[in-house]
């Protein structure tokens, strides 16, 4: 292998949005600025005083700027909200007055007088008994900052005025940041922390741009203008490419870009095997504003419609008519296909969880989800509220998360026969017979998936998390990520449970985790006798593909095979061989 | 600040008290703080907020921030000034709706 020379750089992450963009950096510094101090003349006071004051009414101005663009464009009503505070802050006499007071009394300049005033409210707010105030410390330090790069005429970390092909380095991108980005220019994320679930995450994948998060120090080792390679794929990021480097992306592209074109054809073409048996293939979305690049991609409704997004990033619960409009936007964007909406899975790796209940050792078997739903049953009314209301379109259905037990499922469904009697009473429209899907994700739901079965009409797998709790992997842990196997003969025979027990009840079951989306493991799926793969907007072209050029024989076949397989790697083989065969171009 | 033992100024001038409890279940954080604040500023009336002996301004939400009024606390509303009345009101109002939440 050719010795790389020495000023390529590759930092590694976790690629939370597919693609690979090629770009300059720039990186959105949240370095302290520095304040300069020192004396002035009483006669001054007045001068600094109004440039106080113009601090401020540029400041505000900034903020309504924001608010609008929010309003006119993507930014969530949330983050909308969270600048109402931020205006509010900069009115605060709490805030102006010790200003003009200290002004006056020690005769220095503003900006250092300020700074120190916001600081001592930063750390008094910091340390305050409650959670939710405590965190709000951001909030006024993000507003006096702000103030702060006024006074001193710096710029701001502005995202709105940025050369084309731009990669955003950052440690961490907030809404209020990113409130003011120009899509057209940016075509990446990189940032040092962060998750599948953060801001920059979700963002990019409703924007559908590359990201890599928890690139550790990134920002502190990379410069505005170096061109980069960021791959969304492996979650790279490639400094300074050399020749080699680019030359391989570059036939990775050339082939990636044939065989996406000739995927893209099949968009109006059904999920059908060569020998006739269908599937439906349905779509993954976090936000509302998803479905149109869905339906683009040919997808046959929206298989899981994460709502967390509803409350992620602020304090308080989303009302039922802030709900409500989500899911009307959805349903109606969808038609003529269905819309499966999942109630609030909140926890684990969600962080809204730490700040409504105590942080947990063990977030992942902890309080979250459907558990975190039964025991404050008025925030899980408001959300079947809205879900019914929307209801009334006609192609709604409704999915619980996080079942541990038949029991978590009856008390549930009998919560949703309240708010159907309470709607009912109050003249509301919604369909009386919405379906109703349990998420199979724990074992212990997946091995007594015959008794669930009888009291839903649908199930829908979710891989990702079966595949953790029954191999105790958590995949994120490098260390024994190794250890995470779809194929383990215990996965199989889950799978093959929950579809059994699912067709024996006379109700349909889903994939909507990860392997439902990877052509490895569709035709093991298919076979098996799934009957609908929920996926990302990205995955669906490749999936359809697999699936129009397979048979359905050989995929039955091949499922019974891999129950007899002892040992995952042979599985594996055989998944490699079978997709090798019908579809060498998606073998990864 | 205000001080509670404020003089009532010219005969127009008033005072209005009441005491109001946080219903909404997380409390006055950011958010509620800026809609009291919002409210506030509607009125010429200085505004007084107090919770366990501690005041502060009304039209302040850092200040009322720092009260960390959670589910359940107390807080007296007091107004000085010609529409203290209903400036009282519809900060009482604000209580009942839950500032909006829940």
Redesign the interface.
Same mark, same amino acid.
């Given at each position: 292998m050719v010795k790389k020379p020495s000023t390529e750089r590759i930092f590694h992450g976790i690629g939370v949005s597919p693609g690979v963009a090629r770009g300059k950096i720039i990186v959105c510094s949240i370095a302290e600025e520095v304040v300069p101090e020192y004396d002035i003349a009483p006669e001054q006071i007045p001068q600094e005083i109004a440039r106080f004051e113009q601090a401020l009414i540029t400041t505000r101005g900034q903020l309504h700027e924001l608010q609008q663009r929010i309003a006119t464009g993507t930014g969530s009503t949330a983050s909308s909200? !969270?600048l109402?505070?931020h205006?509010? !802050?900069t009115?605060?006499?709490? &805030?102006i007055e010790p200003v003009m007071t200290r002004l006056e009394q020690e005769k220095r300049n503003v900006e250092s007088i300020f700074n120190s005033v916001a600081r001592k409210?930063v750390k008094?707010?910091a340390e &305050?008994?409650?959670e939710? &105030?405590r965190e709000?410390a951001v909030?006024?330090q993000d507003v006096t900052r702000r103030i702060l790069r006024n006074l001193l005429g710096h710029d701001h970390l502005t995202l709105s005025d940025l050369p084309p092909n731009t990669i955003v380095v950052a440690y961490d991108l907030s809404p209020s940041d990113t409130s003011s980005l120009n899509r057209q220019s940016v075509v990446g994320f990189a940032t040092d922390v962060g998750s599948h679930t953060s801001h920059t995450a979700i963002m990019a994948r409703s924007m559908n741009i590359p990201a890599v998060v928890g690139l550790r120090d990134l920002s502190q080792h990379v410069r505005d203008g170096q061109s980069a390679i960021l791959d969304g794929y492996s979650g790279t990021l490639v400094v300074d490419p050399n020749e080699q480097t680019l030359f391989i992306y570059g036939q990775l592209d050339a082939k990636r870009h044939s065989v996406a074109e000739r995927q893209a054809a099949l968009r109006d073409l059904p999920a059908e095997t060569l020998d006739g048996h269908r599937v439906t293939l349905s779509g993954n979305i976090e936000l509302p504003e998803d479905v149109p690049a869905l339906l683009q991609v040919g997808a046959q409704g929206v298989g899981l419609f994460r709502t967390e997004f509803l409350y992620l990033g602020?304090?308080?619960?989303p009302?039922e008519h802030e709900q409500a409009e989500k899911y009307f936007q959805v349903a109606r964007a969808a038609k003529p296909h269905s819309v499966i909406i999942r109630t609030l899975d909140l926890g684990g790796d969600k962080f809204h969880s730490e700040e409504v209940t105590p942080t947990e050792i063990n977030p992942f078997l902890g309080f979250r989800a459907i558990r975190f739903c039964l025991a404050n049953v008025?925030v899980f009314a408001t959300q079947l509220r809205a879900i019914l209301r929307a209801s009334a379109e006609g192609n709604v259905k409704v999915m619980y998360p996080m079942i541990s037990s038949v029991n978590e499922v009856i008390q549930a469904n009998e919560i949703l026969e309240q708010v159907k009697f309470d709607l009912r009473q109050e003249g509301f429209a919604f369909d009386e017979d919405i379906q109703v899907g349990a998420m199979i994700e724990i074992p212990s739901a997946a091995l007594t998936a015959e008794m669930i079965a009888q009291e839903v009409d649908f199930f829908s797998i979710g891989s990702n998390d079966l595949i953790q709790y029954t191999m105790a992997v958590d995949r994120v842990n490098e260390k024994v990520a190794n250890l995470y196997e779809p194929t383990h003969p215990a996965i199989l025979r889950l799978i093959r449970g929950c579809v059994e027990a699912a067709h024996n009840n006379g109700i349909w079951v889903g994939v909507c985790g990860e392997i439902a989306g990877e052509p490895l493991y569709v035709p093991l799926l298919v076979g098996m006798g799934v009957d609908e793969l929920s996926v990302a907007a990205s995955s669906m072209p490749r999936v359809k593909e697999v699936i129009r050029r397979l048979r359905f024989s050989d995929a039955q076949e091949l499922a019974a095979a891999t129950l007899d397989a002892t040992r995952s790697r042979d599985v594996l083989a055989m998944l490699n061989a079978l997709l090798q065969r019908i579809d060498p171009d998606v073998v990864s | 600040m205000t001080s509670p033992q404020k003089e009532t100024g010219p005969s127009n001038s008033s005072r209005a008290s009441k005491e109001c409890t946080v219903i909404?279940k997380?409390?006055i954080?950011?958010?509620p703080?800026?809609l009291f604040? #919002?409210v506030a500023?509607k009125f010429e009336s200085d505004i007084t907020v107090e919770k366990d002996g501690e005041a502060?301004?009304g #039209?302040?939400? @850092?200040?009322l @921030? @720092?009260l960390?009024a959670?589910h359940n606390s107390k807080l007296r509303i007091t107004a000085d000034g010609h529409d203290a009345a209903q400036a009282v009101r519809e900060i009482e109002q604000l209580f009942l709706q839950k500032f909006?939440?829940?």
């Open positions: 909200s !969270i109402d505070v205006v509010s !802050i009115e605060d006499p709490a &805030l409210y008094t707010l &305050l008994p409650d939710f &105030l709000r909030d006024v602020r304090k308080d619960f009302n008025d | 909404n997380l409390g954080h950011a958010r703080a800026a604040v #919002k500023n502060v301004n #039209k302040s939400i @850092m200040g @921030m @720092m960390a959670g909006n939440e829940d």
